[in-house]
Structures are given as C-alpha cells and as structure tokens.
C-alpha cells in the first residue's frame, strides 16, 4: 500500500468517524431533552402525590418542604451561586439540571409552576453567571 493510499484511506477513516461523532452528539441531545421533560414531570407528580398525602392526612410527619422558604428572584440567584461556589468552586462548569439538583439536595426549594424553569430563567439572567456554549445547558461563575 502506497504511502498516499493509506493518507486517502486515514481522511475517509476520519470522515466516517466524524460522521459518527455527529450522530452520537445528536442522539445525545434528544436523550437529555427525554430526560429532562422525564425529570419534570416526575417532580411535578412526586409534588402532586405529596399535596394529595397532606390532603389525605396520610402524611406522618410535617413534610420538609414546608420549612423551607420556596425561592424566587434575586434572593433564588443569591442561594444557587452561594451553592454552586460552595459545592464546586469558582471555576466549575455545571449543567443546570446538575446545578438544580445541588439545591434540591441542599434542601432549597424553587417557586412556580415549573421549578427548574423558573431556576434556568433566573440563572440566565445572573450577570453572575455565563452560558457555555449556545444549547449546551451548562453554566460558570464569572469571576468576581
């Protein structure tokens, strides 16, 4: 095998690989956007089953939700950075469904209808924070 046959055979290795990588990014994509509508609505049901528990009176004990206040605006953009800088540091890179995650785990709640909605609509308005790309979904601290 010549020398230049095996440089035309590497370029339609990579071109196929490339290809392939394509695809695989896609793929990875759809599965997230599955999982991430997946993960609301299951917050939304475990939120429903528990108001219908409290309804029921079949609830034991004062359910945790109820001693934390549900956060909104500013003062939701101020515990999520403190959260995030706590947890990970200044030079992190966090997707934001990671990032909601680390609040819930932390016992914080968020306001509205769509609690991670109202997380990712208030994080995008943070001067303190910068996107990662255009639909990469992750996020940094700028730094201060």
């Known amino acids: ?32 956007a599955i999982v991430n509508d997946l993960e609301a609505r299951l917050s939304h049901d475990e939120h429903v089953l528990g108001e219908l528990e409290g309804v029921l009176g079949l609830a034991s004990q004062l359910r945790l939700e109820s001693l934390h206040e549900r956060l909104r605006g500013q003062r939701l953009e101020e515990v999520a950075i403190a959260v995030l800088r706590e947890d990970r540091g200044e030079d992190c890179i966090v997707h934001y469904r990671d990032w909601f995650a ?15 909605g109202t997380f990712l609509t208030q ?12 639909r990469s979904g992750q996020y940094r601290l700028v730094a201060t």
């Open 1 to 32: 095998m010549s020398t230049s046959d095996l440089t035309d055979r590497l370029l339609q290795e990579r071109e196929a690989m490339t290809e392939h990588v394509g695809r695989q990014r896609e793929q990875l994509e759809r599965m997230r």
């Open 102 to 116: 680390l609040l819930r785990a932390r016992g914080h709640h968020v306001a509205g209808k769509d609690p991670v």
């Open 123 to 134: 994080i995008n308005r943070c001067s303190s924070v910068e996107r990662m790309g255009r």
